[in-house]
């Protein structure tokens, strides 16, 4: 069975960091592309990054662009967020997902399959 496991998300102070990480486990996923989406209270899940196989490239949310990074560990089955520099506005609920290995660098949420339980992150200012 197909599993994705967010760590802890937090609360910190605006301007802080935090790291994100998601754990796969059930299949191998280095074919698959894998990502990150949020979502606020009262707001709809918006994508936040995503990252393709080797080589693959990445893609990310305007305004977290130059903030945020996403990478992943093939040997691990995990893939990471960094986030730098947040911001109050950055408060949601985080997910991860994984989505079929014929998507290009997915960004909406009808291409991944598989979704983790999300993790809540709070930025004070």
């Known amino acids: 069975q197909v599993h994705l496991e967010e760590s802890a998300g937090g609360t910190v102070q605006a301007g802080n960091s935090l790291r994100l990480s998601c754990a796969a486990s059930?299949?191998?996923?280095?074919?698959?592309?894998r990502g990150w989406f949020r979502q606020a209270p009262g707001k709809e899940r918006e994508f936040v990054a995503s990252i393709a196989t080797s080589g693959g490239g990445t893609r990310y949310l305007d305004s977290v662009k130059g903030r945020f990074t996403i990478s992943r560990d093939y040997a691990l089955n995990t893939v990471y967020l960094q986030m730098n520099g947040l911001q109050p506005e950055d408060t949601a609920i985080y997910y991860c997902?994984?989505?079929?290995?014929?998507?290009?660098?997915?960004?909406?949420?009808?291409?991944?399959?598989?979704w983790g339980q999300g993790t809540r992150v709070t930025v004070s200012s």
């Open positions: 059930g299949t191998t996923f280095g074919s698959y592309g």
């Open positions: 997902a994984a989505s079929s290995p014929l998507v290009h660098l997915p960004h909406t949420p009808v291409q991944f399959d598989y």
